[in-house]
């Protein structure tokens, strides 16, 4: 059994005719890079998500909304052009989405830009999704009314438990499939084959980290720290932080002396930040806090745990060799004290993401990048927009990645 998300409807009996759907031509004709049949639709959902009503209830849809403001949609064909002189871009075909269950609005970004590449696109929403997730089908329903119908006939949203033959089915017929999850689910969804000519974008299980310039620190303005902190606390709270691009453990650079300062203030406008915001953690979710933080310290991976109430754990690791890249439980910071950024880059993988950071040059992060060489690490931001999605992610430039170049010469 097939349920329709988007556009709501009864269930599809059967998948061959949930593809046939999708891929016919739609009226007006097909989709091509820059639709403009897509752009009002995005823009028009762009403006319900930024209603206060939505905000209110749900504040990182206010990200999404901005993503998809019209200035940025055309911001973006604008950069993605045609390329070289006789170079075109066109759309790839049929695109799958299957997002994750645990960042709920994820798959909106993808599946926007590949709509705006002019592919047409079927999205398997998890059924254990929720919050965000059901509102932002909700916005989407509700500007379909108005939209061009080939928005409905090109775009489909479905749930369906997790069947082999719906899911092999739809991945026969697809030019581009976008996994998005662990590994492990990664690796399960790629044992279905695809055409010979389709390809896979793949966002597996990603680890990330935050850092923060002690003497950056001590030049900053107190309104500056401030803001820092809650920036922070963005980074860390929402979603709980599972997101791929969450950051896990806090790199204090600098002496350890005025490390240690500088730790103890951000801990303390960290706490501020919380408390005035209504910000909590469960009973549950605190002791598996308490389970994962003080299993740290019974391995002597860990020197000191301290709890700030259930809202905040800060841990102190023993070194850079026990970095942490596994969730411990919302509100956890692992802290480690390292005299330059250089001696972060050893310790980086592959995996790792992204860097939130404070107070450095962008000569000192420019310097870090060359010294990675590679190790790992796909975008360095501010503290506030580690979470916040770009166009660029992964290291993939995605609009590119949706497209396919036609080369042209007389």
Same mark, same amino acid.
């Given at each position: 059994?097939?349920?329709?998300?988007?556009?709501?409807?009864?269930?599809?009996?059967?998948?061959?005719?949930?593809?046939?759907?999708?891929?016919?031509?739609?009226?007006?004709?097909?989709?091509?890079?820059?639709?403009?049949?897509?752009?009002?639709?995005?823009? %028009?959902?762009?403006?319900?998500?930024?209603?206060?009503?939505?905000?209110?209830?749900?504040?990182?849809?206010?990200? #999404?909304?901005?993503? !998809?403001?019209?200035?940025?949609?055309?911001?973006?064909?604008?950069?993605?052009?045609?390329?070289?002189?006789?170079?075109?871009?066109?759309?790839?075909? #049929?695109? !799958?989405?299957?997002?994750?269950?645990?960042?709920?609005?994820?798959?909106?970004?993808?599946?926007?830009?590949?709509?705006?590449?002019?592919?047409?696109?079927?999205?398997?929403?998890?059924?254990? &999704?929720?919050?965000? =997730?059901?509102?932002?089908?909700?916005?989407?329903?509700?500007?379909?009314?108005?939209?061009?119908?080939?928005?409905?006939?090109?775009?489909?949203?479905?749930?369906?438990?997790?069947?082999?033959?719906?899911?092999?089915?739809?991945?026969?017929?697809?030019?581009?499939?976008?996994?998005?999850?662990?590994?492990?689910?990664?690796?399960?969804?790629?044992?279905?084959?695809?055409?010979?000519?389709?390809?896979?974008?793949?966002?597996?299980?990603?680890?990330?980290?935050?850092?923060? &310039?002690?003497?950056?620190?001590?030049?900053?303005?107190?309104?500056?720290?401030?803001?820092?902190?809650?920036?922070?606390?963005?980074?860390?709270?929402?979603?709980?932080?599972?997101?791929?691009?969450?950051?896990?453990?806090?790199?204090?650079?600098?002496?350890?002396?005025? %490390?240690?300062?500088?730790?103890?203030?951000?801990?303390?406008?960290?706490?501020?930040?919380?408390?005035?915001?209504?910000?909590?953690?469960?009973?549950?979710?605190?002791?598996?806090?308490?389970? =994962?933080?003080?299993?740290?310290?019974?391995?002597?991976?860990?020197?000191?745990?301290?709890?700030?109430?259930?809202?905040?754990?800060?841990?102190?690791?023993?070194?850079?060799?026990?970095?942490?890249?596994?969730?411990?439980?919302?509100?956890?910071?692992?802290?480690?004290?390292?005299?330059?950024?250089?001696? !972060?880059?050893? %310790?980086?993988?592959?995996?790792?993401?992204?860097?939130?950071?404070?107070?450095?040059?962008?000569?000192?992060?420019?310097?870090?990048?060359?010294?990675?060489?590679?190790?790992?690490?796909?975008?360095?931001?501010?503290?506030?927009?580690?979470?916040?999605?770009?166009?660029?992610?992964?290291?993939?430039?995605?609009?590119?990645?949706?497209?396919?170049?036609?080369?042209?010469?007389?």
């Amino acid at each position: 059994m097939i349920l329709p998300r988007f556009p709501a409807g009864a269930e599809i009996r059967s998948v061959d005719r949930l593809i046939a759907e999708v891929t016919e031509e739609p009226a007006g004709g097909r989709l091509t890079v820059g639709d403009g049949r897509v752009r009002d639709f995005l823009i %028009a959902f762009s403006r319900r998500l930024l209603k206060p009503d939505l905000a209110r209830r749900h504040p990182e849809l206010g990200s #999404l909304g901005f993503f !998809l403001r019209k200035s940025e949609l055309a911001k973006a064909v604008e950069r993605l052009g045609d390329g070289a002189a006789g170079h075109r871009r066109a759309p790839r075909g #049929l695109v !799958l989405h299957f997002p994750p269950a645990n960042v709920d609005t994820i798959f909106v970004y993808s599946w926007a830009l590949s709509a705006l590449a002019g592919n047409h696109n079927i999205v398997r929403v998890s059924n254990r &999704s929720a919050g965000a =997730a059901q509102t932002v089908l909700e916005a989407l329903n509700d500007v379909l009314a108005d939209a061009h119908p080939a928005i409905a006939q090109t775009q489909r949203m479905v749930t369906y438990d997790r069947d082999d033959a719906i899911t092999g089915a739809l991945m026969a017929a697809c030019d581009l499939r976008v996994l998005w999850g662990g590994d492990q689910s990664v690796n399960a969804l790629r044992r279905h084959p695809i055409p010979p000519l389709a390809r896979d974008l793949a966002f597996p299980d990603r680890s990330s980290f935050a850092a923060v &310039s002690v003497a950056g620190w001590q030049t900053a303005t107190p309104a500056r720290r401030r803001a820092a902190a809650d920036g922070f606390a963005n980074d860390l709270y929402w979603f709980d932080q599972a997101a791929c691009s969450s950051p896990r453990d806090l790199f204090w650079i600098g002496a350890a002396p005025a %490390a240690d300062a500088a730790r103890a203030e951000f801990t303390e406008l960290l706490g501020e930040v919380v408390g005035q915001r209504g910000w909590s953690v469960d009973a549950a979710m605190a002791v598996e806090k308490y389970v =994962a933080t003080y299993g740290l310290a019974a391995t002597g991976a860990a020197t000191r745990v301290a709890f700030a109430g259930n809202a905040v754990a800060n841990v102190e690791l023993a070194g850079l060799g026990e970095v942490q890249r596994e969730w411990l439980g919302a509100g956890t910071i692992c802290h480690v004290t390292l005299g330059s950024l250089a001696e !972060l880059a050893p %310790a980086i993988q592959r995996k790792d993401q992204t860097l939130a950071q404070f107070g450095f040059t962008m000569s000192e992060l420019d310097d870090f990048v060359t010294t990675l060489a590679g190790r790992g690490i796909d975008r360095i931001v501010p503290f506030g927009q580690a979470l916040t999605f770009a166009g660029v992610w992964d290291g993939f430039d995605l609009l590119r990645e949706f497209t396919r170049i036609i080369t042209i010469q007389d």
